[in-house]
């Protein structure tokens, strides 16, 4: 299957369309429509995007081949690229290839990671021939020390640094400073995607292009199939790992074949897991992953080695049977030599030809080749009774290759393409991108979908039913609301009743802020006013408040003045606490009020009465008497002050201490002077005396004074109000009888307007999902067709002939 149906091509537009519906409604509003969208561009999309991830040497390159045969990419041991390639149809005489270079920048912060890694000096320049040079020959001697370029990870690492430089060299005049630079293959002047391929495929080139774009001719590349091979997962530049990561997490990204290496490593590798993981967050990709163990050759000579692979797949990926076991080495060469004869040796003079170049004529042997041998040697796998091979110690390698397959010919090859597990992988890629990837798209895409149909048919249906349940003429109207009006009136009673309990509440638990500020500037006023009247004490007036009460007497004891002092200061105390108490309540009040007006039950209130229902006036005859108890609360706090306080004169305390120094001081004579000048010493005894009394009360007393108050005066307000708003029925009747009639009719003319929206909203709907489900219908998906909204009657409104008349609504 191929491309969308006809039936699909306003699939965008109509799940919109839902969707705005959905965004209409406000209590669904919040619903997450991510997931939705999503799927919504996958099934659209002209393009699919598979991605090629996994470590490098893990076979992707090669395994790309195999799966398209032919050989676009480049495929070699080590690190020696962190090209992106990108692969998408193209008719057969339009084929052609993209080259994107990195720039010179790139390239030096590649250059200068590999030489840290080899324990290189950072390269100054790689401009200059002779650092080229250095670096070139300490590449090559740790290649010579580790035995070989593929022996190590130290000299791959050390390879790719050579083909790095080697193609920097090579290609220089194609790289700019620091952009860019893209070219067509014609600027190259290649003639067609082979010739281009094969300059991109060379290692020292593929070193230095950033992306390669190939345009070619393929059926799995049709309906808008892109293959994408990324860098390896452990690149040594940590910006090619990065672009990998970056790529599994992109919007764009369809599907994954996460080709991974524990068939020749036993593990899966850190960075292995950490793919897995996150393909898990993309919702772009969802279960659209295919898992292949490439190299599975590896574990044919090796008994441990396959029996751990087979525990890790048991282990780790029982919920998926997207699972492949291949070799991608000898599955894509074995197709080609298939197409081979003994004129060219099976290839050497043609496929392998560069690798078989040796020194001084001697030829060398071909990875594949090597591999082949090893195949009909120890592989096991193929039976003594059909194939009778034998490899010679003397003959060379090469000579063995050709000698095996003109006596085996073309079973042979078939049964390694077999064993290779290509074939299986490519029929199992070939038959989800042609047959099943539209409909699984399609399905994901219905499932969703489906969830919000179902809310939106459900949220629909609830309203009509609920306003299809109204009735519809002015009697009936009427009678229904005044049935609700004595549960209405007991509601509003409640209402209030826990609108006055929730504030009391509060103050009580220290959770109302106005209060607190408020509370809180009562205290500084306590004591900023005892420090002022301690400031201000004058003993002198005290004497003679002292003496005009004695006639008799020309002198006063200390006693007397202390007497005087209590008295004034506690006077004076009440009077600021007094009016700060008043001002609290007064602000509690003012804040009650308005929270009450700004309630729904006040809103109800004026509906159901015309008016508040007496709850302000009774807020105002309770603040009058809840200011008398707290103004009456306030006076016998502070004249208590005027006794002293109880441990005042103990012994061994300060102010007995201070006492008896200010009693030696006024002792010194018997007129007013000796008492003026111990004045200070007065006021050190007062504020010792009166600092723990005014601090007793605003601290602890007095709050909990107000807190009682309030409930015991509040909450008996609140019930007794209650039930004086439901004692109310008879008014509130007479009340709506007058206000009913009209709020019927605008009721019924709204109920039926809200119906006609309704209807229309059903109407959308429904068209836009008979549309979607023919579409679902063309994709041959019957299970998953979107919930439509039956038994809606269009004329349900106009079938019962309501009409307005004369300014009123008729049932005709």
């Keep these: 299957m191929l491309g969308l149906p006809l039936q699909c091509k306003n699939l965008k537009e109509q799940v919109e369309s839902i969707l705005q519906l959905l965004q209409q409604e406000p209590f669904l509003r919040s619903y997450d429509i991510s997931p939705l969208r999503t799927s919504l561009s996958k099934a659209i999309s002209p393009k699919f995007e598979i991605v090629f991830a996994g470590a490098f040497s893990a076979g992707k390159s090669m395994l790309i081949n195999a799966l398209l045969e032919r050989e676009l990419l480049y495929s070699a041991e080590g690190h020696a690229t962190g090209t992106e390639c990108k692969i998408e149809y193209a008719e057969p005489d339009q084929e052609r290839v993209v080259l994107t270079f990195l720039s010179e920048a790139e390239i030096r912060e590649q250059a200068v990671s590999l030489c840290q890694q080899l324990g290189f000096k950072t390269v100054a320049n790689i401009n200059q021939g002779e650092v080229i040079d250095l670096l070139r020959q300490g590449c090559e ?18 390879k790719a640094l050579i083909l790095l430089l080697e193609g920097y060299v090579a290609n220089r005049q194609h790289i700019y400073t620091v952009n860019n630079a893209t070219y067509s293959m014609e600027q190259f002047n290649f003639s067609n995607l082979k010739e281009a391929a094969g300059y991109a495929r060379r290692g020292s080139n593929s070193a230095v292009l ?51 290496k524990p068939a020749s490593s036993g593990d899966m590798t850190k960075e292995e897991t950490e793919l897995l993981e996150m393909m898990r967050g993309n919702s772009g990709i969802r279960d659209r992953v295919f898992y292949v163990f490439n190299r599975i050759d590896e574990t044919w000579y090796n008994t441990q080695l396959r029996q751990r692979l087979d525990d890790l797949i048991s282990n780790q990926f029982r919920d998926t049977t997207r699972i492949y076991k291949t070799s991608g080495l000898l599955g894509f060469y074995g197709s080609q030599i298939n197409q081979t004869t003994p004129q060219d040796r099976f290839g050497l003079n043609s496929l392998f030809a560069q690798s078989v170049k040796g020194l001084d004529l001697k030829e060398e042997t071909p990875q594949f080749v090597n591999e082949f041998l090893r195949y009909c040697a120890n592989s096991g796998k193929l039976a003594p009774s059909k194939f009778r091979i034998s490899v010679n110690s003397f003959e ?21 393409i077999q064993d290779s597990g290509i074939e299986e992988f490519r029929n199992a890629i ?22 919000v149909c179902i809310q939106l048919k459900k949220h629909f249906q609830s309203i009509q039913r609920d306003l299809d349940s109204q009735p519809r003429e002015i009697e009936a109207m ?127 209130l004026y509906r159901l009465l015309g008016n508040d229902g007496g709850i302000e006036q009774e807020l105002k005859n309770l603040e009058k008497q809840v200011t008398q108890v707290l103004v009456s609360a306030a006076r016998v706090e502070c004249d208590r002050f005027v006794r002293e ?46 600092e723990p009394k005014v601090s007793q009360t605003i601290r602890r007393n007095f709050r909990q004074t107000i807190n009682q108050t309030l409930k015991t005066r509040f909450l008996p307000m ?95």
């Design 141 to 158: 001697a740790i290649i010579q020390q580790e035995g070989g370029e593929s022996k190590s990870e130290r000299a791959k690492q050390a």
């Design 210 to 260: 950033k992306r390669i774009e190939y345009y070619c001719h393929h059926r799995l590349l049709q309906d808008g199939n892109v293959i994408i091979d990324t860098p390896g997962i452990d690149a040594p530049v940590l910006k090619d790992a990065q672009l990998t990561y970056a790529k599994i997490q992109d919007s764009d990204t369809s599907a994954v074949v996460c080709v991974l």
């Design 396 to 416: 060379t390698p090469n000579e063995n290759y050709v000698r095996i397959l003109q006596e085996q010919g073309t079973p042979l090859i078939e049964q390694l």
């Design 430 to 451: 070939t038959r989800y991108l042609t047959e099943e990837k539209r409909p699984q798209l399609f399905k994901n895409l219905a499932d969703d979908l489906g969830d």
């Design 478 to 604: 009427k009678a229904q609301e005044l049935q609700r009006l004595n549960q209405q009136l007991q509601q509003v009673g409640n209402d209030f009743q826990c609108l006055i309990a929730e504030e009391v509440n509060k103050i009580v638990t220290n959770d109302c802020d106005g209060f607190e500020a408020d509370f809180h500037q009562l205290q500084s006023r306590m004591i900023r006013r005892l420090d002022e009247l301690l400031d201000t004490f004058s003993v002198s007036n005290a004497y003679r408040r002292a003496t005009l009460s004695h006639p008799r007497n020309a002198t006063a004891p200390l006693i007397a003045i202390l007497v005087e002092a209590l008295y004034y200061l506690a006077n004076q105390l009440e009077d600021i606490l007094v009016e700060s108490s008043q001002e609290v309540l007064s602000k509690i009040f003012q804040r009650l009020i308005e929270r009450i007006r700004k309630s729904e039950l006040y809103r109800q």
């Design 645 to 690: 306080s109880p441990r005042f004169y103990d012994e061994g305390t300060f102010s007995i201490y201070q006492f008896r120094q200010t009693l030696q001081q006024t002792s010194q004579g018997y007129d007013c002077e000796s008492m003026v000048d111990a004045e200070p010493a007065i006021r050190q005894l007062l504020k010792l005396d009166f």
């Design 718 to 812: 609140a019930d007794q109000q209650a039930d004086e708003i439901l004692q109310q029925y008879n008014q509130a009747r007479a009340y709506l009888e007058e206000t009913l009639e009209k709020e019927a009719k605008e009721k019924i003319l709204n109920n039926q307007r809200l119906l006609g929206t309704v209807e229309q909203k059903i109407e959308l709907y429904n068209s836009a999902v008979l549309a979607i489900n023919n579409c679902l219908q063309a994709m041959q998906l019957y299970d998953h067709l979107l919930p439509l909204i039956e038994g809606f009657d269009s004329q349900t409104i106009s079938d019962k002939n309501i009409v307005i008349s004369n300014g009123l609504v008729e049932s005709m």
